[in-house]
């Protein structure tokens, strides 16, 4: 699933920018503007505003000035060159005849600059008493680098320029000044860049030594940083109108530099002022048509995330409350002195926000099996305990996790085991558990939550907790694990909250060797694609309601479950109907499993329409058999000895049928969907048995 949201993200990002981020878009936009009337924006007067802009010698930052300039406004630009900014205020002066437009000498990815350009704008407004008039800052000034590069200050310069020093720095140093100016507003510019990923653990925003860089995603990094910084100041603020903004896909210099001959995909291009107009209008705009915390494009807010099936937020980029806290903390650290935080404060921070599971879906079938215990803050059942082990097992009938739980009191004291009974609560996520407990012979009907926190990308180790940090258990699939690999998952449990103080080690000691697992398979339908099975073939639908289609696709499909001829196993899985169905998700990954040729001929529509029939072969192997109608012509021919299943399958649909229970089960059972080894031991061993 995250190569998924990597790929929806990155895709359907290009697609909306081909709409809305070209000049086409801009003049569909201004186009539509315009037919209601003038633009408010040629009758704006800014006289006696006061302006800082950064980066603002040229492209829209220099369009930008020149904008509040020409409406009256005193302009501060912020140039790193002195003779690039004096040629440029120069211009910007002869153009508007507005002699108040002044330049101020700073880098901006330099936290010693970036203070020292401060005090110069406080002592050039010194007539203005204590606190300098501000009424509008442009966060403006960005790089984008191919190679790694470390500021004199030994800051990687793209996060220094952008975000920490260019955004957060600069933005907290005015906001007493923007606080006590009515109609103030911070507009800092980011780009659509964002959309491609969520903000990253923090030594992958800085690119601490050891990690690997790409220019790009540092950029897109800084930029998702600074559209989560300005909710935070938004939230922190709301006496300041805080928004984030990007200016399509502009023809300005940095665009040349960073892109070069590849910028011919992003054509045809703004020019500066187009992709600058938006942004001038956020800094002229009345302060109460603004959406502090909002993300503009073309005086427009925009979704923020999409990353999800057909254009939707996805969770794939989004961050969690505590992530953000950690990120606001560090860039509160590194913006003044300190270039670390210890794990007992990111721990004290992520304790403010709630826990939540992880945003990443787990495969249920990957999850379930054996793990063992190999640190916890225990529950009283469990507190001091040894050989600690969690077993799941899919019970696809009952559409449930059956959870047993097994440790000893000492390693001499007998084996003590705890049945629980839990239900998946959050879809097709998986991450988030109601569990019941088995006590006296009876399931209590609790549901007690139970958060995967992290799960490993190979399902070799994971945490999950409570909600409220009451417990934590740290597993993995082998009772110990190398001591760099146990200190990176309590790093991970820290940082989402819990005291590592209160974390203890789980000793495992079995003697000669550890008990066998028992050979614990993993739930239909997400068996391992190209591993043999044990079993029948699996006949499959995947399908959503209400759906005439789907429910007469699910008719056939029980016929075969109760037909004599045993030549299938059953499974389905029902999705809500809609444009924005997981459902089309759901196919999509699927068809990723079919051989070349089959995906080939079903890639031409985006999901399928429902219901979808594939068959999962012994071999591995998968088989799609289409729609509604391949699959009854299908079940014509395989089934033609059983007449419930020819009568079901020559029914036509019918739309009274749409709202039909799609709930009987299939009869797959979890032995049906064990991959094996199909070594030649393992075939003798079966054949013996």
């Known amino acids: 699933m995250g190569a998924f949201g990597q790929f929806a993200a990155t895709s359907q990002f290009y697609l909306y920018g081909r709409k809305h981020c070209t000049q086409t878009g801009y003049n569909r936009v201004r186009q539509k503007l315009l037919q209601a009337g003038p633009d408010p924006l040629d009758a704006v007067d800014l006289s006696g505003r006061v302006a800082m802009v950064t980066g603002a010698n040229s492209g829209c930052g220099f369009e930008i000035a020149s904008f509040l300039a020409r409406k009256g406004a005193a302009v501060y630009m912020v140039c790193r060159s002195a003779k690039r900014g004096e040629e440029a205020r120069q211009k910007i002066v002869a153009d508007s005849g507005n002699e108040a437009v002044r330049v101020l000498m700073c880098d901006c990815s330099l936290e010693a600059d970036t203070r020292a350009m401060w005090s110069a704008f406080c002592a050039a407004r010194a007539d203005d008493g204590a606190t300098p008039r501000l009424d509008v800052l442009v966060c403006n000034a960005g790089v984008l680098l191919n190679e790694r590069t470390l500021t004199s200050e030994g800051v990687e ?23 006590a100016t009515a109609g103030a507003r911070v507009v800092v510019v980011s780009s659509g860049g964002m959309y491609n990923t969520k903000f990253p653990e923090w030594a992958d925003a800085t690119a601490a030594e050891g990690v690997a860089y790409n220019g790009n995603l540092a950029y897109a990094y800084a930029k998702r940083g600074q559209v989560l910084l300005c909710e935070r100041w938004a939230a922190a603020h709301p006496t300041v109108k805080c928004v984030s903004c990007h200016p399509g896909w502009s023809n300005t210099p940095a665009v040349d530099e960073a892109y070069g001959e590849m910028k011919k995909y992003l054509e045809p291009l703004r020019t500066p002022w187009e992709g600058a107009e938006g942004i001038a209008w956020l800094c002229a705009a009345d302060a109460g048509v603004l959406q502090s915390g909002g993300f503009y494009l073309d005086r427009k807010a925009e979704t923020k995330h ?59 079938s990957r999850f379930m099996g054996r793990w063992y215990v190999v640190a916890a803050i225990p529950t009283f059942v469990d507190r001091g305990a040894v050989n600690s082990i969690e077993d799941y097992v899919w019970n696809g009938r009952r559409q449930r996790i059956d959870v047993n ?39 209590l009907p609790l549901g007690l939550s139970y958060l995967v926190v992290h799960c490993a990308d190979d ?15 740290v597993m993995a699939r082998t009772p110990g694990l190398p001591q760099p690999t146990l200190d990176a998952l309590l790093d991970r449990a820290e940082a989402a909250g819990y005291e590592r103080a209160k974390i203890e080690r789980v000793v495992h000691n079995y003697g000669a060797a550890p008990p066998p ?55 389905c899985v029902v999705f809500p109907r809609g444009a924005k169905s997981p459902y089309y998700g759901y196919v999509e990954a699927l068809k990723a499993e079919l051989p070349s040729e089959q995906a080939k001929a079903f890639a031409g529509r985006h999901g399928w329409s429902a219901p979808f ?40 649909p019918r739309t009274a049928e749409a709202f039909a229970s799609m709930a009987k089960p299939g009869t797959a059972t979890a032995a049906a969907s064990w991959a094996v080894d199909a070594t030649p031991e393992t075939a003798q061993a079966t054949a013996e048995e």
């Open 405 to 443: 739980f097994s440790m000893r009191a000492s390693l001499d004291a007998p084996l003590r085991e705890y049945a629980q009974h839990a239900y998946v609560a959050n879809g097709a996520s998986g991450t988030r558990w109601s569990l019941n407990p088995k006590a006296g012979g009876v399931y």
């Open 613 to 652: 029939v594939w068959i999962e072969m012994p071999d591995g192997s998968r088989h799609a058999l289409g729609g509604r109608d391949d699959f009854c012509a299908w079940a014509l021919d395989a089934y033609a000895a059983d007449t419930t299943v020819v009568q079901a399958a020559g029914t036509l």
């Open 157 to 179: 310069t793209t996060l220094a320029c952008h975000l920490l020093f260019g955004t957060y720095l600069l933005g907290t140093l005015a906001m007493p000044s923007l606080e």
């Open 517 to 571: 697992a028992e050979p614990l398979p993993p739930p239909a339908p997400r068996t391992v694609a190209g591993e043999p099975l044990y079993g029948l073939p699996r006949l499959c639908i995947a399908t959503m309601s209400p759906s005439h289609h789907g429910a007469r696709a699910k008719a056939v499909l029980d016929a075969i479950s109760d037909s004599g001829v045993r030549a299938h196993e059953t499974w």
């Open 306 to 364: 999409i990353a999800g099936p057909f254009f939707t937020e996805g969770s794939y980029t989004k961050n969690s409350p505590a992530e953000v806290e950690v990120m606001m903390a560090n860039l509160h650290a590194w913006a003044n002195g300190a270039r670390a935080l210890t794990g007992p404060q990111v721990s004290g921070l992520a304790r403010r926000a709630p826990l939540r599971e992880q945003d990443a879906p787990i495969e249920l």
């Open 459 to 473: 399902y070799s180790s994971c945490i999950v907790g409570g909600p409220d940090r009451s417990f934590v258990y």
